[in-house]
């Protein structure tokens, strides 16, 4: 590593550190040792720390927030048997979901465009940014990253970005050491740009959405420029990680993609590690799968925050499908594993029968079809699906006819398809790319 690099990192080192300890009050390296020995536990150790915390917050919750008081009738409720909250209660009763502990300058609003794109605003405490912060800092480090060390960020929340180009943003990136490709605007020029300068200072991880990721892949194998930066991992979030997303950003950057899946509600849920099992952030979350066997069956996944004290959110019901695992990791990490994550319940499709079929199975079958530049499938009743293409020259009947019964063969052939063809397939409100879309059975939380 040439010199003023080493520097740049050991000041940025040098200033997160600084920053987080005097400012913040977290001394994150004493603080992160303790997180590592309780994440790297063995399993009776973490379900004990997780039972006692779970008390501890339901006792919280009763004692000072209105909704939990009348909904819980008691300080020690059975988790199992408390109704899941839901969007439309967030949305509906959200000063009852506050804590009387807390002032209202205590609390920290935050907000999340939601999947269909409705904003949905709540609040935490700073406690609980201090611990999805220490999280976010331990699992990353599964990927590669360490404070100090050169990132490259694909990253494109609303939210996230309206600070861009403002001295605090610059600021938090020159101690963070990170270098911000917007993925809102994923300009050619802009690619072009920052490869060269990630040429001249390569990154040591990368931290994406996985459509930015995957779009900044492509370009640069259509290109023929070929990264040589050595990386130590790729961490994708905040989207649904696609096979085919990983599978090309492994080939072009030469670097493993850790998934790392959390909620801006919530917090960091669980990291993939080098084995590629999903491990859940039991420190942080209490996590259960609405399903009569979480081990066989999928079902919607119900987080309980253990740290927000501000807004307790208990059984919130995130909008996500997946299943556990019961298997033992070979990386030799007790946390449990997430074993399927099939992503948003919007995402999921329902037949007649009531078989579920992830929105994952269209992309596999419609990725790389000649004729489609770009899709979007929206189950919009049980009987009827639509289908938006934006099609090039090789477009054919043929290929019509051959991503119709695609649909059909998973939904029933008595479904209707209707294929539109458009310009253009915009972003959703949230700025993530939605190919599928099923308006069906899904329960209206979001
Ligand atoms: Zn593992």
Redesign the pocket.
């Given at each position: 590593m040439p010199i003023h690099r080493s520097v740049k990192t050991l000041i940025s080192k040098a200033g997160w550190h600084a920053y987080n300890t005097y400012r913040k009050g977290v001394h994150y390296h004493f603080k992160l040792s303790r997180v590592a020995v309780l994440l790297e536990a063995p399993r009776e150790t973490i379900e004990a720390y997780q039972a006692e915390r779970l008390e501890e917050l339901l006792r919280h919750a009763y004692q000072t927030t209105p909704y939990y008081r009348e909904l819980l009738k008691t300080e020690t409720p059975n988790i199992a048997e408390i109704p899941p909250l839901e969007k439309k209660h967030i949305r509906e009763q959200l000063d009852a979901l506050c804590s009387t502990a807390f002032t209202e300058a205590q609390r920290i609003e935050n907000a999340t465009g939601g999947s269909t794109g409705t904003p949905l605003t709540f609040y935490q405490d700073r406690n609980y940014w201090n611990q999805r912060n220490l999280s976010v800092y331990y699992f990353d480090r599964w990927a590669g990253w360490n404070f100090g060390q050169p990132q490259l960020v694909i990253w494109g929340a609303p939210v996230d970005l309206e600070n861009d180009g403002h001295w605090k943003h610059r600021l938090g990136n020159f101690w963070r050491n990170q270098q911000w490709l917007n993925g809102f605007h994923l300009t050619d020029t802009a690619m072009l740009e920052i490869f060269e300068q990630m040429e001249e200072a390569p990154p040591q991880t990368i931290l994406a959405y996985p459509s930015s990721l995957y779009q900044f892949a492509t370009f640069l194998s259509e290109n023929g420029l070929i990264p040589q930066w050595n990386l130590k991992g790729i961490i994708a979030s905040a989207e649904m990680l696609h096979p085919h997303y990983r599978a090309l950003a492994e080939i072009v950057f030469k670097a493993k993609v850790y998934n790392r899946y959390g909620g801006r509600e919530v917090g960091l849920i669980g990291m993939e590690?080098a084995?590629g099992?999903m491990?859940i952030n039991c420190r942080d979350i209490y996590l259960e799968i609405d399903s009569p066997d979480p081990y066989s069956e999928p079902g919607e996944i119900l987080i309980t925050q253990l740290n927000n004290y501000a807004m307790p959110f208990i059984r919130y019901r995130i909008g996500d499908i997946g299943m556990l695992s019961d298997e033992v990791?070979?990386?030799g990490?007790s946390l449990p594993i997430l074993a399927e994550l099939l992503g948003r319940t919007t995402a999921t499709f329902r037949t007649r029968m009531g078989t579920l079929i992830h929105g994952g199975y269209f992309t596999r079958q419609f990725y790389g079809v000649k004729g489609v530049n770009q899709f979007q499938i929206i189950q919009e009743t049980l009987k009827h699906c639509v289908l938006k293409v934006v099609v090039n020259r090789q477009w054919t009947e043929a290929t019509r006819r051959s991503l119709v019964q695609c649909i059909q063969k998973a939904l029933g052939e008595e479904v209707v398809v209707t294929v539109k063809f458009v310009e253009d397939i915009p972003l959703a409100a949230s700025g993530k790319r939605e190919y599928t879309i099923s308006k069906v059975g899904t329960p209206a939380t979001d």
């Amino acid at each position: 590593m040439p010199i003023h690099r080493s520097v740049k990192t050991l000041i940025s080192k040098a200033g997160w550190h600084a920053y987080n300890t005097y400012r913040k009050g977290v001394h994150y390296h004493f603080k992160l040792s303790r997180v590592a020995v309780l994440l790297e536990a063995p399993r009776e150790t973490i379900e004990a720390y997780q039972a006692e915390r779970l008390e501890e917050l339901l006792r919280h919750a009763y004692q000072t927030t209105p909704y939990y008081r009348e909904l819980l009738k008691t300080e020690t409720p059975n988790i199992a048997e408390i109704p899941p909250l839901e969007k439309k209660h967030i949305r509906e009763q959200l000063d009852a979901l506050c804590s009387t502990a807390f002032t209202e300058a205590q609390r920290i609003e935050n907000a999340t465009g939601g999947s269909t794109g409705t904003p949905l605003t709540f609040y935490q405490d700073r406690n609980y940014w201090n611990q999805r912060n220490l999280s976010v800092y331990y699992f990353d480090r599964w990927a590669g990253w360490n404070f100090g060390q050169p990132q490259l960020v694909i990253w494109g929340a609303p939210v996230d970005l309206e600070n861009d180009g403002h001295w605090k943003h610059r600021l938090g990136n020159f101690w963070r050491n990170q270098q911000w490709l917007n993925g809102f605007h994923l300009t050619d020029t802009a690619m072009l740009e920052i490869f060269e300068q990630m040429e001249e200072a390569p990154p040591q991880t990368i931290l994406a959405y996985p459509s930015s990721l995957y779009q900044f892949a492509t370009f640069l194998s259509e290109n023929g420029l070929i990264p040589q930066w050595n990386l130590k991992g790729i961490i994708a979030s905040a989207e649904m990680l696609h096979p085919h997303y990983r599978a090309l950003a492994e080939i072009v950057f030469k670097a493993k993609v850790y998934n790392r899946y959390g909620g801006r509600e919530v917090g960091l849920i669980g990291m993939e590690c080098a084995e590629g099992r999903m491990h859940i952030n039991c420190r942080d979350i209490y996590l259960e799968i609405d399903s009569p066997d979480p081990y066989s069956e999928p079902g919607e996944i119900l987080i309980t925050q253990l740290n927000n004290y501000a807004m307790p959110f208990i059984r919130y019901r995130i909008g996500d499908i997946g299943m556990l695992s019961d298997e033992v990791c070979p990386c030799g990490n007790s946390l449990p594993i997430l074993a399927e994550l099939l992503g948003r319940t919007t995402a999921t499709f329902r037949t007649r029968m009531g078989t579920l079929i992830h929105g994952g199975y269209f992309t596999r079958q419609f990725y790389g079809v000649k004729g489609v530049n770009q899709f979007q499938i929206i189950q919009e009743t049980l009987k009827h699906c639509v289908l938006k293409v934006v099609v090039n020259r090789q477009w054919t009947e043929a290929t019509r006819r051959s991503l119709v019964q695609c649909i059909q063969k998973a939904l029933g052939e008595e479904v209707v398809v209707t294929v539109k063809f458009v310009e253009d397939i915009p972003l959703a409100a949230s700025g993530k790319r939605e190919y599928t879309i099923s308006k069906v059975g899904t329960p209206a939380t979001d």
